[in-house]
């Protein structure tokens, strides 16, 4: 079994800046890719970006457009991941939530509780 915990989020105004982590604990050395997700109210869940053990990142097509410039990246030694958002816009206003993928699989296998970031006008 995989945990991981979100840290990071908060209430910032639009235009500012948050780096979300997440720490992973437990059977770390089957994870493969890592992910950041999130979900607005009353809309669906949704891939913000994802990064491999290799670092080879993905940025969800859907968000590259009108989203806020974000950046993941990650810390194998760590078990870390981080989002870098960045110019955020009250749209982004979010729980977003951390999650990690075991080795040779689809789906994502874990995810952490999730973290409230909202922004404001």
């Known amino acids: 079994q995989v945990q991981l915990v979100e840290s990071g989020g908060g209430l910032v105004q639009a235009g500012g800046s948050l780096r979300l982590s997440c720490v992973a604990s437990?059977?770390?050395?089957?994870?493969?890719?890592m992910g950041w997700y999130r979900q607005a109210p009353g809309k669906q869940r949704e891939l913000v970006a994802s990064?491999?053990?290799?670092?080879?990142?993905?940025?969800?097509d859907s968000a590259k457009g009108r989203f806020t410039i974000s950046t993941i990246s990650r810390d194998n030694a760590k078990s870390s991941v981080y989002l870098r958002l960045n110019s955020l816009k009250p749209e982004d206003t979010a729980v977003y939530y951390c999650?990690?993928?075991?080795?040779?699989?689809?789906?994502?296998?874990?995810w952490g509780q999730g973290i409230q970031v909202t922004v404001s006008s």
């Open positions: 990064i491999t053990s290799g670092g080879s990142t993905n940025y969800a």
């Open positions: 437990g059977s770390t050395v089957s994870i493969d890719a």
């Open positions: 999650a990690a993928k075991r080795i040779m699989r689809v789906g994502y296998d874990y």
